[in-house]
């Protein structure tokens, strides 16, 4: 990626007195095809030293997908205050209780320390050279408790109008994640999470669309960004949007001991012999190649017919996987990124220790990092033609 020298000094000028990076140029939901965007997931926002993004900008990457958390309001203290200054007019119990118990004036926010990190990182992304794509985590007191309840999904579209309208001007923003890997939890059983999921994205593209229609909106799918659900998914009529799709498939290999669930200690590929179900209900699978590239066909075909943007928002493997079984995972996967033009972010730069690409060990402990570790080197080697293929500002 390359911004011009005068966009630079616009941005970093703006950023410094107003928070905010003023240009007229932006990147579009098309600006997402021909794999011109590769990078990183950076994990949820933090404010990192100075050596954190000297290694990142080494590798080349031009994007980093950052997880925003949007919290749930709380009542204020001023809120409280007035509260109690009215509860002494009264004149009845019941009065008396709902006014010792105030609703807080939002549902979701982001807070003002989230911001502040956030707006720290767009700063770093002019320096280092990067753009920076926002992603919502919004919190849940119940799992699953927006799915069902129209206050939060209100809520949740305030919240993001209000972000957007706070950054609808800034050229390093890359574009706005509605939700990062949206689940099905709360649902009711055999529900479509997908109708369900297009619904909501809907609504909160909306009210984005209110304050900001420049920004491209990513729509990652639901259920956990798997690609099998763009299989009969709609697209939008809004045609600034692309959909995001998360490859960990499968998960048996790409997460082993991770969890008790995945225990097992699997290599890339695996034939029959290792009994892998992807999916519990049909027979085991060879996993190799082929069976990534199959998984993926359903994204491939959407994007093709419908004639819109994929970004894999998602995909990674363990360093650990035996036999160098990473790599080969990694070579697999992102040569079908590449020829289907999808723009992606591998999870993650100094994420978790258990996917680290610079981590070169089959053992889980090994925290000894190096640039020339087989991941990191497939990762780079699409990372370095970045700099010729991302869309520069000075053709504007």
């Known amino acids: 990626m390359k911004l011009n020298k005068l966009t630079l000094i616009i941005s970093l000028t703006s950023l410094v007195f107003t928070s905010e990076a003023i240009s007229a140029t932006l990147l579009k939901a098309n600006d997402f095809m021909g794999s011109k965007l590769r990078g990183f997931n950076i994990g949820l926002i933090e404010n990192h030293d100075d050596a954190y993004y000297k290694e990142l900008k080494q590798s080349n990457a031009n994007i980093v997908r950052v997880i925003i958390p949007f919290e749930r309001c709380v009542v204020t203290a001023e809120q409280m205050k007035a509260a109690q200054e009215k509860a002494k007019d009264a004149e009845s119990a019941d009065a008396l209780e709902k006014a010792m118990m105030p609703e807080p004036s939002c549902t979701y926010q982001v807070s003002k320390n989230t911001e502040t990190k956030f707006k720290n990182l767009l700063i770093k992304a002019v320096e280092n050279n990067f753009y920076v794509l926002p992603a919502a985590s919004f919190e849940q007191r119940t799992p699953g408790d927006f799915w069902f309840t129209s206050k939060l999904q209100q809520g949740m579209s305030e919240a993001w109008q209000e972000f957007a309208k706070n950054h609808e001007n800034n050229t390093v923003i890359a574009g706005y994640d509605l939700m990062n890997s949206p689940n099905g939890t709360g649902l009711p059983a055999n529900s479509n999470v997908s109708d369900y999921w297009n619904q909501g994205a809907g609504f909160l593209i909306k009210a984005i669309r209110k304050v900001d229609s420049k920004h491209p909106i990513i729509v990652t799918m639901a259920p956990y960004g798997q690609a099998t659900s763009l299989k009969d998914f709609k697209p939008f009529d809004d045609k600034n949007i692309v959909y995001g799709i998360n490859m960990y498939y499968p998960y048996d290999i790409t997460m082993q001991g991770t969890s008790p669930t995945y225990e097992y200690r699997l290599p890339y590929p695996a034939g029959l012999e290792y009994g892998i179900q992807p999916n519990p209900s049909q027979p085991p699978k060879p996993i ?73 060990s089959d053992d889980p402990e090994d925290e000894n990092r190096a640039s020339n570790a087989p991941i990191i080197k497939v990762l780079t080697s699409y990372f370095n033609k970045n700099g010729s293929t991302v869309k520069n500002n000075e053709d504007e």
């Open 288 to 360: 190799n190649s082929k069976e990534l590239r199959l998984h993926l066909q359903s994204a491939a075909l959407f994007g093709i017919t419908n004639k819109v943007p994929i970004i894999v928002s998602e995909f990674g493997i363990v360093h650990y996987a035996p036999d160098g079984s990473g790599f080969r995972y990694v070579s697999d996967a992102t040569k079908i990124f590449e020829e289907n033009g999808w723009s992606w972010i591998y999870q993650g730069f100094r994420v978790s220790k258990a996917m680290d690409p610079y981590i070169a």
